[in-house]
């Protein structure tokens, strides 16, 4: 018996050592340990044994089990670690295989130059704010010294919501509400959309963009606003660029200017784009009227500030050869790829 015991241990190791995969792993638990498996048919000869020779016997069972239990866990652990392996060798990433290109998107033209203006004028001390596009006559209009039967009120010009809302003309309405929440020394821009009933073509759009500035101190000039706006049109334009201020007229501003620079592209000598004049307008500004300081409580006899409006449409179609307005809102991506 102790023999046969010997034979089945050394079958069975050898033939897990042998065994290639879980099922036939399994078939030889079966035919070893299991109920009709080898050992279990000799343990049940156990009983034809005498007293003595029983244990000796029994504890050989013992150990011939432990052992082929021991070797399936060791043959199941190595099948696994193969099979592991394997895996890891079919699902190797090849690292040096080009990798896939992804589309990124760019800045539109409009807000490169927004860009590019915030940080001049961050640089000179300016706060940037931000306003409601829909607005109350109030702000669009009435504190920014527009009389009641000013033309721009006209429904032509301006896009009504209905009573007293209007989508905003013009970012100047930043003005009256920067300075109910602020107290001077202000110094702000206010950069974002505004609407305007216009017709469609090559230079006007119902949707357009302005920057807004503002600034009121005690003993502000006209010459403060003029250092500004050089410095403004030097970084944006180039050392190069000249400045002229024109008399011009806004309800909100006393005196006003309206502000061209020098072309750019030709230098002043006349070219497509200045349209051969060699001055480009840019924007609107002027001192502050007293009625609006006083619209927002700033006392004029103390105080005194300049305001300005740029057209960032304008700045970007000039600095990007841009010769219709209306690419910059067609989002076609022919065309915005190319910035
Ligand atoms: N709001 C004016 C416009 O839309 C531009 C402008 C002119 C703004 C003079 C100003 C200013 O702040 O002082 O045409």
Redesign the pocket.
């Known amino acids: 018996m102790k023999q046969q015991l010997e034979q089945i241990r050394a079958t069975a190791l050898e033939a897990l050592e042998r065994a290639q995969n879980e099922q036939e792993i399994d078939a030889l638990r079966v035919r070893f340990l299991g109920k009709k498996g080898e050992l279990t048919a000799i343990l049940k000869q156990m009983g034809g044994l005498s007293p003595e020779q029983r244990p000796v016997v029994g504890q050989l069972a013992n150990e011939v089990r432990a052992d082929i239990e021991a070797a399936i866990e060791r043959a199941l652990s190595a099948r696994k670690e193969q099979a592991l392996a394997e895996r890891l060798q079919k699902e190797t990433v090849d690292i040096t295989m080009p990798g896939k290109v992804c589309q990124i998107g760019g800045l539109h033209p409009v807000n490169l130059v927004l860009e590019d203006l915030i940080d001049v004028f961050q640089s000179m001390g300016f706060d940037v704010v931000d306003g409601p596009e829909v607005e109350t006559e109030y702000y669009n209009f009435t504190a920014?010294n527009v009389p009641a039967d000013h033309p721009a009120r006209d429904m032509q010009d301006t896009f009504f919501l209905g009573k007293d809302l209007l989508l905003r003309?013009?970012?100047?309405c930043a003005?009256i509400r920067t300075m109910e929440t602020r107290k001077p020394p202000i110094r702000v821009i206010c950069p974002g959309r505004?609407f305007r009933a216009d017709e469609v073509d090559a230079t006007h759009s119902p949707v357009f963009h302005?920057c807004?500035?503002?600034v009121v101190d005690k003993g502000i000039t006209m010459c403060d606003l003029k250092g500004v706006l050089e410095q403004f049109a030097h970084e944006i334009y180039g050392p190069d660029t000249k400045v002229r201020f024109r008399p011009?007229f806004?309800p909100?501003?006393e005196p006003?200017?309206?502000v061209d620079v020098s072309c750019a592209a030709c230098g002043g000598k006349g070219c497509r784009v200045c349209k051969d004049a060699g001055w480009i307008e840019i924007?609107?500004?002027?001192?502050?009227h007293p009625n609006v300081l006083r619209y927002c409580g700033i006392d004029p006899e103390v105080y005194s500030g300049?305001?300005?409006?740029?057209?960032l449409d304008r700045l970007a179609t000039t600095r990007y050869k841009i010769s219709d307005i209306r690419l910059l809102f067609e989002n076609d991506l022919r065309f915005l790829s190319q910035f």
């Open positions: 920014l003309s013009q970012t100047s003005q505004v302005q807004e500035g503002l011009s806004f909100f501003t006003s200017v309206e924007l609107g500004a002027g001192m502050v300049f305001a300005f409006g740029i057209g």
